[in-house]
């Protein structure tokens, strides 16, 4: 497909980035906004919108003060006749944030939005306003689909470097001008404390932008809100949440390392100890910095399905707030597994519901890469795969169970994308190759991180019979972004013969593997 135009998207940004410009370290550090400010209300972390559809999408701002959201949209760039939207007011109980929903929009079309903030005791007095614009899905199959997805986001101690130009693997994303960024988990890192400056290995040093939330593990909702904020304060990242729309999951590092319900854990660089109180904070603040269709609803839940029009459902999966406890995952039966009885029963049915030509399955986690868990030198799995390579045991059960499903309801087109491990992959399972063989081909996609230590690469598990057809990946832990392995991946779908294509690109955008898929087939 070839790459469409990019109607007034520059001029129309040039608002957003003259507010972000205005955003400095001693502000971000804060622990919010301050209630004696002078002047107008200011959005200076920019505007996202997110979970965009055919003729709807969610906006969203944090504000430095309490204020009342306005957004106006139009089809052109110079707001003749705007329609207006009046969202939330905003205070300190979302810290500041807020979303609003625009229903109605027209189809397939360019929407130019800026988003104003306007004093609660006086909406005649507004700040500057902050300018964004996406793409609404297309009715038409002839448009195509092209988007983006990483994950991984300022892990393993390395966080905004200024001397490299900050999170730059967010310009190569927007360059190809995608329909929408799928971040696939670990937005944030709130256990991995960022230190002003790290030695590296060859002599350089690494330095980081430095806040106060950032000096040590997130136990308190402000400390969790600040990691948040900490990656807004890049520039590249602001500039392209207002030229691309997300669809955001999450995964263990918005709480910690390898969490999962129920647990009390020892780490002792923590004082709150129980893993319910730490994630119920993290998912307000998560709730909060991102604009998601499903999470001011009753369950608050992650997980859901995203319509992109007849080419395209985004099945978006949460491994991680219904798995069982981790542990050597040996057992013969699993009702409960990675995803809960309710999140497979869901995609299941909603699976089965779909007319889309493709149905990407967004899952946080890989299906066939082996990842333990090694607290305390136990040898507990972290993700599905456990390393038996004979029949599906534990959390392979409910992959085995979905698997079976899609082969026998003749379901199409299904493509799996992740992260999760640090390195850039593709996999295909075969059930000639498998143990477990009640299943029709299909592919798997791994790209990341987006700006994080880098990883080798796991071991297969056999029991679904997965071939590891490309893979680069470095020889030691921890790379630092300075010496490469960040990645993104590219789906580019054919509005004509409806072919999907996976990239797996380079942080400078270079690709280094290519696969082409046909419609039509179960599985895929």
């Known amino acids: 497909m070839s790459l469409r135009p990019f109607p007034g ?91 609003t929903r625009l229903r ?28 964004g614009t996406f793409r609404t899905a297309s009715v038409r199959r002839r448009e195509g689909v092209r988007f983006v997805w990483s994950g991984d986001l300022a892990g393993q101690g390395w966080g905004i470097n200024p001397d490299l130009g900050g999170y730059r693997i967010y310009n190569a994303m927007a360059a190809l001008d995608p329909d929408f960024f799928l971040c696939s988990g670990d937005n944030v890192y ?40 900490y990656n807004l304060l890049d520039e590249n990242l602001r500039r392209f949440n207002a030229q691309v729309p997300s669809i955001v999951q999450w995964d263990d590092h918005e709480v910690t390392n390898n969490w999962f319900p129920g647990e ?8 709150e100890k129980n893993i319910d109180v730490l994630a119920a904070r993290a998912r307000q603040a998560f709730s909060e910095y991102f604009p998601i269709s499903t999470l001011r609803r009753p369950d608050g839940r992650v997980y859901r399905v995203v319509h992109h029009g007849p080419l395209l459902d ?16 040996s057992q013969t039966t699993d009702p409960q597994g990675i995803l ?16 889309a030509v493709w149905k990407v399955i967004a899952s946080d986690m890989p299906l066939g890469l082996v990842v333990p868990d090694g607290t305390d030198g136990k040898p507990n799995i972290e993700g599905v ?41 593709a996999q295909h399972y075969q059930p000639s190759r498998a143990v477990f063989t009640d299943f029709e081909p299909f592919w798997e996609f791994v790209s990341g991180p987006l700006n994080a230590g880098a990883f080798p690469a796991n071991a297969l598990d056999s029991t679904f019979g997965p071939e590891r057809v490309f893979v680069k990946a470095p020889a030691t832990a921890n790379v630092s972004p300075a010496g490469g392995y960040q990645f993104f991946g590219e789906v580019d779908i054919d509005g004509g013969c409806g072919e999907l294509t996976v990239r797996l690109r380079e942080q400078d955008g270079a690709v280094l593997f290519t696969q082409a898929l046909q419609p039509g087939r179960v599985g895929q």
């Open 9 to 99: 998207r520059r001029s129309v940004l040039r608002g957003s980035l003259a507010a972000s410009a205005a955003l400095t370290l001693p502000a971000a550090a804060g622990a919010g906004p301050a209630f004696a400010l002078s002047g107008r209300p200011e959005a200076g972390w920019g505007v996202q919108t997110g979970d965009v559809t055919c003729d709807s999408g969610l906006v969203w701002v944090r504000s430095d003060r309490p204020a009342r959201m306005i957004v106006e949209t139009s089809a052109t760039e110079s707001f003749r006749t705007p329609r207006r939207w009046h969202g939330p007011l905003l205070g300190a109980d979302t810290d500041f944030t807020g979303t």
């Open 104 to 131: 109605g929009l027209p189809a397939g079309e360019q929407i130019h939005y800026r988003v104003l903030l306007a004093d609660p005791d006086d909406p005649r007095r507004t700040g500057e306003p902050v300018s």
């Open 190 to 229: 709130a256990d991995g404390p960022l230190s002003g400056s790290v030695a590296l290995s060859d002599g350089r040093t690494w330095r980081n932008i430095t806040t106060e939330e950032k000096s040590k593990v997130a136990e308190t909702l402000g400390e969790f809100r600040g990691n948040f904020r």
């Open 264 to 271: 009390i854990f020892a780490d002792p660089r923590y004082t």
């Open 314 to 329: 985004v099945f978006v999966l949460d491994m991680r707030t219904y798995r069982n406890a981790n542990s050597p995952d």
């Open 340 to 355: 809960g009885r309710e999140q497979l029963e869901w995609l299941k049915r909603e699976l089965g519901r779909s007319r």
């Open 385 to 425: 795969a456990q390393g038996d390579p004979g029949a599906p045991l534990g959390r392979e059960l409910q992959i085995a169970e979905l698997l079976r499903y899609i082969k026998h309801r003749r379901i199409t087109g299904t493509v799996w994308l992740t992260a999760d491990v640090h390195y850039t992959s």
